[in-house]
């Protein structure tokens, strides 16, 4: 069964048309029999109540159907008639949830990229193709909504081979385009596939002969498809060269080979929302997509010897080998462990061994997935994938195995979080709740970050832009009904002061009985950076009685926790203790380390205090294109620009912005770009605020 499986998944821009495709297919194969439409919010995979509001894919659905590869006349097959298992994943294209996409690819066999006609390579294409390649993802193009204004399937391709470097090849090129969309040529079998325009579904289409332009169209292909395996596949060069014929059996399989060689990418072209072009691309699919024992067996390590590799066999006698690429909280079965299985069987109620925790947890149920559907299953095998419900101490990339089998498996790897906000419970008694939620979204999501400021006190949420960080305080209220109100966090703001000046403090209390007496001279100057507070004792002749000292030292430090400006922390300050007196009877430890206190805030009064704020080391990638939008932009941010250098087509801006500025910037910098850009930031250093800015910053701080 291994050989009839297909593990593939659907990827491209937002909007290409991936989910649109993927009902379609599920349609065909039997899976659903209504066709729901994403702009109504019935497409099985978009099954959350965000994805249907949006009509946009948020999170990765996997589902599971069955192909067969019809016997047709004139039409060579490499399987026809057989029952083919394909699980689907259909991933988001909105770049804030790459991550699902990068996940979903480090699992799968192969994959069908789906690019507008009329839009061609977009920015997140070109996010989704670089993930295909790292994790070396032979794939299948669909040109989709050839049935669109202006759609122009050979200026995609073109565009593929130029700008993703891509081998690109017509195996299906439409016929017709816009209105007059039509139905496909088969390069291949040299045939025409007319579509009905009475059937509704599109379930039903004739293949004829070619006729007119279209003969001239499909034999210029088929010289430019034998020329392109030829030069990549031995055995059809080999015959090729010795000019034999070089049969449709033979190019099908040299075609297969190149494919899952990553060599040749076949394209297709059609238009999924009419129903023309889903079928033979369901063929292509099967026909040049791998099937598990096509590709490479995975490869581990031995989590105690890094240099120690060990081969997963594709196989069901192999010993169990899985990789979990997903967590999701289900409301009606818990946490959810999405896997592929490398190798071995797993069973329902056995024990599966984490590599990383050195712990073994049995399973308490396995589970086909449909999307939001379950079906319970009593084993996986080599190849599949599915769910399992029961581990609770696993976390997304760990490997399981079977027990006493030490192996780990290369897990996905995922972008740093971009952009950040603060969130609170919209009442205390929801606090406990918000942080119990939070932690399983974080678990869920790894590009989800969850962190307490210490400074401000402040529950700071990060994520991969602002889209992603509204559906994650959306599914708080939905899913876990908790209120959370938002803003952009606290800065960590610093004040410091820039001249010599001296500072006296005196505690005098009498209230009848022992009163409060303490009494400090000091001075302070500012400090070398980076060097903090310095204190130096100065006093002689006890005029401060030893006793005492220690007090001293406490509100000098307590002094540096609140500037005068804004209440920030002051830093980088040396500080001369020189004098002071004190009294037999009414002196103690809390009216020095307050006299201390007072004394240190009269000498930053008189050491012209100012504010310092945090600034970011920022690098940006930008095409050529949009560099000087880029750099005008992050002038206007108060960015200082270090340096730009060039790799290829892109622009390496690198400049040092305040952390003020930054918020909302990944929304910017996208807008700009027209999403081809991206960016990292980094802490760098404390710098001072200019003028006009610090009654802005203070007023902020007091609200």
Not at 62 to 85: F, M, N
């Amino acid at each position: 069964m291994l050989e009839r499986t297909r593990n593939i998944g659907i990827a491209a821009h937002i909007d290409a048309g991936k989910t649109t495709l993927t009902e379609r297919i599920l349609f065909y194969t039997g899976m659903i029999h209504k066709i729901g439409e994403v702009h109504d919010g019935a497409a099985t995979t978009d099954w959350m109540a965000q994805e249907r509001e949006r009509g946009i894919t948020i999170t990765s659905a996997a589902v599971t159907s069955e192909w067969w590869q019809h016997e047709e006349e004139g039409c060579y097959k490499l399987y026809p008639d057989i029952k083919h298992r394909i699980n689907i994943i259909d991933t988001p294209g909105h770049v804030d949830f790459t991550a699902e996409v990068e996940r979903s690819l480090r699992v799968l066999d192969g994959a069908i990229v789906v690019f507008c006609a009329v839009a061609g390579v977009q920015p997140q294409t070109e996010t989704v193709w670089r993930q295909a390649t790292k994790y070396k993802v032979p794939r299948v193009i669909f040109v989709n909504k050839m049935d669109r204004t202006g759609a122009d399937f050979d200026n995609v391709v073109v565009e593929v081979r130029e700008k993703l470097g891509a081998n690109a090849v017509r195996i299906l090129i439409p016929i017709g385009a816009e209105e007059n969309l039509k139905g496909q040529i088969d390069v291949v079998n040299q045939k025409a596939i007319y579509y009905s325009d009475d059937d509704v579904f599109g379930s039903t289409y004739e293949i004829k002969n070619l006729e007119g332009e279209l003969i001239d169209i499909a034999a210029e292909a088929y010289e430019e498809l034998v020329n392109a395996v030829a030069d990549v596949d031995d055995e059809v060069a080999e015959k090729f060269l010795s000019e034999e014929e070089v049969s449709r059996e033979d190019l099908k399989n040299g075609l297969r080979r190149a494919t899952i060689a990553n060599k040749i990418v076949p394209v297709a072209g059609g238009s999924a929302f009419k129903n023309k072009g889903v079928q033979y691309l369901m063929d292509a699919v099967i026909d040049y997509l791998p099937s598990p024992l096509d590709i490479a067996a995975a490869v581990g390590m031995n989590p105690d010897n890094e240099e120690e590799k060990i081969e997963v066999p594709t196989t069901d006698q192999g010993k169990f080998t899985a990789l979990a690429f997903k967590l999701w909280a289900d409301k009606f079965v818990g946490k959810l462990v999405f896997f592929r299985v490398y190798s071995g069987v797993i069973k329902k109620g056995d024990t599966v061994y984490n590599p990383r925790t050195r712990r073994a947890e049995r399973v308490g149920r396995l589970i086909q997935i449909q999307a939001d559907a379950h079906q319970d299953i009593d084993a996986c095998y080599s190849g599949d994938i599915a769910a399992m419900v029961g581990l609770k101490n696993v976390t997304t990339g760990d490997t399981l195995a079977e027990p006493r089998h030490d192996v780990v498996l290369e897990p996905p790897t995922f972008p740093e979080p971009v952009i950040s906000m603060a969130v609170e419970p919209k009442t205390k008694a929801d606090q406990e709740k918000l942080a119990n939620a939070l932690a399983r979204l974080s678990e869920e999501d790894p590009t989800f970050k969850v962190q307490t400021d210490e400074e401000t006190g402040q529950t700071i949420i990060s994520g991969m832009g602002e889209l992603h960080l509204e559906i994650i305080v959306d599914r708080l209220l939905r899913e876990f009904k908790v209120g959370a109100n938002t803003g952009a966090p606290q800065i960590a703001y610093r004040e410091t002061i820039t001249q010599d000046a001296p500072g006296e403090g005196k505690l005098v209390k009498q209230s009848g009985g022992r009163g409060q007496y303490g009494h400090v001279v000091l001075s302070v100057r500012p400090n070398e950076k980076g060097k903090g507070l310095t204190i130096e004792n100065k006093v002689v002749g006890g005029a401060i009685p030893k006793e005492f000292m220690n007090a001293v030292y406490k509100g000098v430090n307590e002094a540096m926790s609140n500037g005068i400006i804004g209440g920030y922390p002051v830093i980088d300050v040396h500080v001369d203790i020189l004098d002071g007196s004190s009294h037999d009877v009414d002196s103690n430890e809390n009216a020095f380390t307050m006299a201390a206190i007072f004394a240190m805030k009269d000498g930053f009064k008189k050491a012209k205090p100012i504010l310092l704020e945090p600034l970011m080391d920022v690098e940006v990638n930008t095409p050529d294109d949009y560099q000087g939008d880029v750099m005008g932009d992050l002038s206007r941010r108060r960015g200082q620009i270090q340096n730009t250098e060039v790799k290829g087509a892109l622009s390496i801006i690198h400049a040092n912005v305040p952390l003020k500025e930054m918020f909302g910037y990944s929304t910017a910098v996208r807008t700009l770009s027209s999403g081809r850009a991206s960016y990292s930031m980094t802490p760098s250093h404390f710098e001072q605020v200019p003028a006009n800015i610090v009654e802005e910053i203070v007023s902020d701080s007091f609200v």
